[in-house]
């Protein structure tokens, strides 16, 4: 089983190059993201909880997103591999992964960065808040979300340098290109 991580500031790319991995390798594809969207969408108490961090793009508490993780993680059988995208967002959270995969006797195979300028990100999450419908895809929200990622989540690097699973990836240039270098990297941790 290869698990990898997704990483990288809002507007990278993280979900673009999922779906093509998803594509490509058949892997199973952990969106938090996506999964707080769906809570929402349903209105549950999580939902509810989550929202008021998502509209100011702050984020959710590491407990709830935690538990919510390995809920969704045991819904997985005969996996041939996991993609983690968006997940984990503190060092917290990446420590808490370990513990929970270190119980499967899994570990993360790569944790690929995908890096993107910052003016690159904001010009391409106000592109996407065209069509998105997402509350957080808005100029003041864009902001806020780039320096919650910088003072909370870009440590997580520094987890996984430690780790020896760490690669960074060139994140602009055409999508089949940057999803080129992710399969590379992919393709020789697997062997
Ligand atoms: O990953 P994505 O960009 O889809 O996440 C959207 C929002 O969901 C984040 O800005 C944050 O408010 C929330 N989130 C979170 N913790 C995570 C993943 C997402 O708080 N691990
Ligand atoms: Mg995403």
Redesign the pocket.
């Known amino acids: 089983m290869v698990n990898v991580i997704i990483f990288g500031p ?1 507007g990278s790319g ?2 673009t190059q999922s779906e093509k991995l998803i594509e490509k390798y058949n892997f199973d594809h952990i ?4 999964i ?2 769906a809570e929402i969408k349903a209105e549950t108490d999580l939902g509810k909880k ?1 929202s008021q ?2 509209n100011n ?4 508490p590491d407990n709830i ?1 935690i538990e919510m993780l390995e809920k969704k993680l045991n819904t997985l059988n005969n996996s041939k591999g996991v993609i983690f ?5 503190t060092t917290d ?1 990446a420590a808490a992964l370990k513990e929970m995969l270190k119980k499967h006797n899994e570990k993360i195979d790569i944790m690929l960065n995908l890096e993107v300028e910052n003016q690159e990100l904001i010009d391409r999450l106000l592109k996407r808040g065209e069509t998105s419908g997402r509350s ?1 895809d808005n100029l003041e929200t864009i902001k806020k ?1 780039i320096s ?1 990622y910088e003072s909370q989540t870009s440590p997580v690097i520094d987890f996984y340098k430690n780790e020896g699973c760490y690669r960074g990836i060139k994140g602009v240039g055409s999508i089949d290109d940057i999803f080129s270098r992710i399969s590379e990297a992919i393709d020789k941790c697997q062997n």
Do not use: N
């Open positions: 809002p993280k979900g969106s938090t993201g996506d707080l969207r989550a961090f998502i793009g702050e984020l959710v997103i995208d968006g997940f984990p967002r959270q957080d979300r919650v």
